[in-house]
Nanobody, 115 residues
Framework: QEEVVESGGGLVQAGGSLRLSCVASGIIFKILRMGWYRQAPGKQRELVASISSTSGTNYVDFVKGRFSVSRDGGENTAYLQMNNLKPEDTAVYYC?????????WGKGTLVTVSS
């Protein structure tokens, strides 16, 4: 069974850092893309960053220079390094893993940034 599990969320003060992890399992097809999304209370889910199978990365403007996405050598794990966190970064962060026949969402990990 395909599964994606995020971890690493928590409470941090503004200006602090967190590193989120995303582990995919049970996926027999080549993983083409791993994306990080977030959803703040009362808002729609939005893309934060993504990384392709060739390690190409994409960031939305509001995290450029602060967040960094990477994958491990085995390529079933992705990370989101978040620096200089701001209260507006508070959200549930989700990982989405895309392969040639669909995509799989994790259940998310909560990030809370206090001012």
């Amino acid at each position: 069974q395909e599964e994606v599990v995020e971890s690493g969320g928590g409470l941090v003060q503004a200006g602090g850092s967190l590193r989120l992890s995303c582990v995919a399992s049970g996926i027999i097809f080549k993983i083409l893309r791993m994306g990080w999304y977030r959803q703040a209370p009362g808002k729609q889910r939005e893309l934060v960053a993504s990384i392709s199978s060739t390690s190409g990365t994409n960031y939305v403007d509001f995290v450029k220079g602060r967040f960094s996405v990477s994958r491990d050598g085995g390529e079933n794990t992705a990370y989101l390094q978040m620096n200089n966190l701001k209260p507006e970064d508070t959200a549930v962060y989700y990982c989405n893993v895309g392969h040639g026949f669909g995509n799989v969402w994790g259940k998310g990990t909560l990030v809370t940034v206090s001012s």
